[in-house]
């Protein structure tokens, strides 16, 4: 059976990569596990050594990934976020959709671990995206044909956008698939800031790289989240000076 190796970038995520990196051991036991921690100050690291190789790297998603990469041996390259939940059979689903030459990648169906909406639409919209633009995100546990990856010298060095920028260079090299399976996301960010809100303002998001701004500047916008007008500082004291 080919070959796959399971990586997964994190940056403080105590609360969840016990349970996550669980899963990923109990129902892919047979792939190779590789955790790139991009410098966490809590227990990260140390909770996930006891499930998966952990290796420490640059902060950033698409340096941890390609660390993780470099250090992996499967002939598939399979990107799963801490805060997701992935269908068990996906792995099944990956490796029969890779034993056609044209695919070279793709990912799973969206879903979110709440029903709403706003979250409803997104996941939708989402999973459209995917199957007409061949836009594929990292919430949907984005998988790679380990020789496509190579050739492309894997995610380019972005501070954001990664994933959108390697899944149209990856279109352009042959088919990506959306699988059925579902890869189940965190809607925590999107509920705190408001799911509407944010669909919005990531579409906001898109445009401006799609405009040409620098991937710092939209990374620092997104840092910001999601409000409307900045903050503005206090007036200074009058000093009485004329």
Known sequence: MTQVSIIVP???EEATIRSALSRLCRDFPDCEL???DGGSTDATAELAASHATVI????GRAKQMNEGARHASGDILW??????????DALRQIRAALADPVVVGGGLTLRFDRRA????????????????????????AM????TVFDALGGFPDLAIMEDLEMSRRLHRRGRLCLLPATSTASSRR????????????????KLLYFAGVSPEAIRARYTAGPRLLPSRRPRAARTGRT
């Open 10 to 12: 994190v940056l403080n």
């Open 34 to 36: 590789i955790v790139v």
């Open 56 to 59: 420490t790297g640059e902060r």
């Open 79 to 88: 990107f799963v976020h801490a805060d997701t939940a992935i269908d068990p």
């Open 117 to 140: 909406p706003g979250l409803n639409y997104l996941a939708w919209t989402s999973n459209a995206r995917a199957r007409r633009l061949h836009h594929i995100f990292g919430d949907q």
């Open 143 to 146: 998988f790679i044909r380990r």
């Open 190 to 205: 999107l509920v705190a800031h408001g799911t509407w809100r944010m669909i919005a303002f990531m579409q906001y998001l």
